[in-house]
């Protein structure tokens, strides 16, 4: 520890700028995402103090221009993924020293870097790398980003501050260590703030790290390199490995000094993740930490009692914005039938009004979805439910790839609560509504819960009291992040701590002391000041 008992600054919520006609981040942020799409940058890999390049390269292209290329990144061999661990090992000798006050002062400081001089180039390569609005990228890449970075600064003084108690005589301090190790950061295309905040929060808390990020995100991912090293992140404290999933991810579970891995992406990765730590246990110095935010089937159960406009913008906002790839996205949706027609014509006219293409033309608020792997996958599902006798696509149910990954918002209407919309995770604008009868709200309530392996977001809407409170009983094991008249999405860093059971995950809440407690292993120091001289008890006469 320092000299002193440091406060750290009060973490303040990043305010989220408009991008309004007319405004200077406005002109800055179209400035910058030409500069990029024009541009054709080459991105290294990052092992302790080299910049790797392989020569065996992958291009990078924007969802919403597919065939337009905006640079190269390389790909690791197998000897490039043990250098990586071999520099975070190295590394972790001096970082897991350095006093609190220094580790934090280094994300405090890459906090204020992205909300100055680096906001427009996060937010310009978010929207060209992972197709977000200019709105989606600066609540993302910039704001909960920076949030991330000030609130847990905040929680990590708070977890050293809590100490136990000292009988008479004594003496008992904890102090959080380190993992003994190197951790492992997995991070999945959709958020560049979790990108940024899986290796981030575990480097903050004394450990390294080897950080994979996603194949569709790396164009973003340069940019956070770029900050962290202005920030002062030492040399091989986040070494940066890109290429085959599988190879990496093989190289590193095999490691001795494997002491964790901070995941977020999908269940099945995850579950193929545990499954092979657990193979390898014997491996391994110490038991290590699997922390995994996963897939969702995110819902919206609307009650007799609602208001049809208000469910209906919670659809419109909760399912489609970013094309419906947020991990919190409402896809399956119960409406009573005495509302359901209104909801149902309020989110087709929102449909209509919405305008899609290019996230360069800021007027535009729905883009592409991520890749062709996900283009198709959604295509194939509304094509089923096109021929389906049980389904029925009310709004939307088109799609282009010719320039861009485009889906149309859709609307799939199903007389089947089991549909195979209702329970499978696509990760894409499309929404499937089951609508049931008035007088089986309760019973609605159990299919809610009994209707997918997931229990991420939900929401419930209704202007009935004893309705809300029935809704929140029956719902309490369906959602980590449950929403009580408001769409199942944005949860903000400090205000709603993020993370869904069951299938969803492991439910450390990203942006919470809980998660950041996975990173240390407390060591209970215990001193006696007068040291007993004789073994006899008193009891012993
Ligand atoms: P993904 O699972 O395809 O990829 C996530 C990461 O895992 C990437 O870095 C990828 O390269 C890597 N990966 C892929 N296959 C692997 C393998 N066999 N072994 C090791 N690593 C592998 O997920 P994605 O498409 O990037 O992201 C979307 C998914 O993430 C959705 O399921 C979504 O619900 C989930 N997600 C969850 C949260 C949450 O907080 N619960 C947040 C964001 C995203």
Not at 13 to 29: D, H, I, L
């Amino acid at each position: 520890m320092g000299k002193g008992f440091f406060q750290v600054p009060t973490a303040i919520n990043e305010p989220v700028k408009s991008y309004a006609p007319g405004t200077p981040e406005r002109a800055a942020v179209t400035a910058q995402y030409e500069a990029y799409f024009n541009g054709n940058i080459d991105v290294p890999m990052y092992i302790g103090s080299d910049e790797v390049k392989t020569g065996n390269t992958n291009t990078m292209s924007p969802p919403h221009d597919h065939k337009h290329v905006v640079g190269t990144y390389h790909l690791a061999e197998k000897k490039h993924v043990t250098q990586a661990i071999e520099s975070a090992l190295e590394a972790r000798e001096k970082w897991a020293q350095l006093t609190w006050e220094q580790r934090a002062a280094i994300f405090l400081k890459a906090a204020e870097l992205i909300a100055g001089p680096y906001r427009a180039k996060i937010n310009a390569a978010t929207m060209i790398a992972q197709s977000k609005t200019v709105h989606q990228a600066e609540i993302d890449a910039a704001c909960e980003l920076i949030d991330f970075l000030r609130f847990n600064v905040e929680f990590m003084s708070q977890i050293y501050e809590e100490q136990p108690d000292s009988a008479e005589g004594i003496w008992n301090r904890v102090e959080y260590r380190p993992l003994e190790g190197f951790i492992y950061a997995i991070t999945p295309f959709n958020f560049t703030a979790i990108a940024a905040n899986l290796p981030a929060s575990a480097a903050m808390m004394g450990n390294t790290v080897v950080w994979k990020p996603s194949d569709s995100q790396i164009f973003s991912a340069k940019v956070i390199i770029d900050i962290f090293k202005e920030a002062g992140v030492p040399d091989g404290v986040i070494n940066v490995v890109y290429g085959d999933p599988v190879m990496i991810t093989d190289t590193i579970l095999e490691s001795p000094d494997f002491a964790g891995v901070h995941f977020t992406g999908s269940t099945y990765v995850f579950k193929e993740l545990w499954k092979k730590i657990g193979n390898n246990i014997h491996t391994y110095k110490t038991y290590p930490k699997i922390v995994g935010e996963t897939g969702g089937k995110d819902f919206i159960i609307a009650h007799p009692s609602a208001n049809a406009k208000q469910v209906a913008t919670g659809i419109s906002r909760g399912a489609f914005e970013f094309q419906g790839q947020k991990c919190s996205a409402a896809s399956r949706v119960y409406l009573p039938k005495s509302i359901a027609d209104d909801v149902l014509n309020y989110v087709k006219e929102d449909i209509a009004s919405f305008k899609m293409g290019s996230p360069g033309d800021l007027s535009n608020f729905i883009t592409a979805v991520i890749h062709e792997g996900s283009f198709d996958k959604l295509a194939k599902y509304i094509d089923q439910a096109k021929t389906d006798a049980n389904a029925e696509v009310f709004a939307g149910g088109n799609y282009d790839k010719s320039k861009g990954y485009f889906i149309e918002p859709t609307v799939i209407v199903t007389t089947d609560p089991k549909y195979t919309t209702m329970e499978t995770e696509l990760f894409g604008p499309v929404v499937t509504v089951y609508v049931y009868e008035d007088a089986d709200w309760s019973e609605t309530l159990k299919l809610v819960d009994g209707t997918s392996e997931y229990a991420l977001t939900g929401a419930v809407f209704s202007g009935d009291r004893y309705a809300i409170d029935e809704a929140t009983k029956a719902l309490e094991n369906c959602a980590g992040n449950f929403y009580i008249n408001d769409k199942p999405t944005g949860a903000v860093v400090g205000q709603q701590p993020f993370g869904g059971a069951r299938a969803s995950g492991t439910n450390d809440k990203a942006g919470s002391a809980q998660n950041l407690l996975r990173w240390v292993s407390p060591r209970l120091i215990k001193e006696t000041f007068v040291s007993p001289t004789d073994y006899r008890y008193p009891f012993l006469g």
